[in-house]
Nanobody, 114 residues
Framework: QVRLVESGGGLVQPGGSLRLSCLVS??????MAWYRQAPGKERELVATIFSTGNTNYADSVKGRFTISRDNTGSTVYLQMNSLKPEDTAVYYC??????????WGRGTQVTVSS
């Protein structure tokens, strides 16, 4: 069983920044990602980082968000800059090991409001 624990959410004004962290209980993870779900909307993929270090981003966050992993691979980050009210959502960490899974965190609330 792989456990994921997110942190770093909160309330921020438009134009502000937040950094989300996700601590993973296993280092044997190929792909990690951040998803988000706003009220009344489906969960959407925000950013992905592969074991190669390659990354992908949703068009809505390109140039503003950056996904990264630490050297051990046990923590994944989402640096969010120039935040907009439409970025308000619960953000979920996702991890896909070579076999089994995927696994999800419980989510952390991000609210962008003045």
């Amino acid at each position: 069983q792989v456990r994921l624990v997110e942190s770093g959410g909160g309330l921020v004004q438009p134009g502000g920044s937040l950094r989300l962290s996700c601590l993973v209980s296993s280092m044997n993870i190929n792909t990690m990602a951040w998803y988000r779900q706003a009220p009344g909307k489906e969960r959407e993929l925000v950013a992905t980082i592969f074991s190669t270090g390659n990354t992908n981003y949703a068009d809505s966050v390109k140039g503003r968000f950056t996904i990264s992993r630490d050297n051990t691979g046990s923590t994944v980050y989402l640096q969010m800059n120039s935040l907009k009210p439409e970025d308000t959502a619960v953000y979920y960490c996702y991890a896909k090991p070579p076999i089994f899974g995927p696994y999800w965190g419980r989510g952390t609330q991000v609210t962008v409001s003045s």
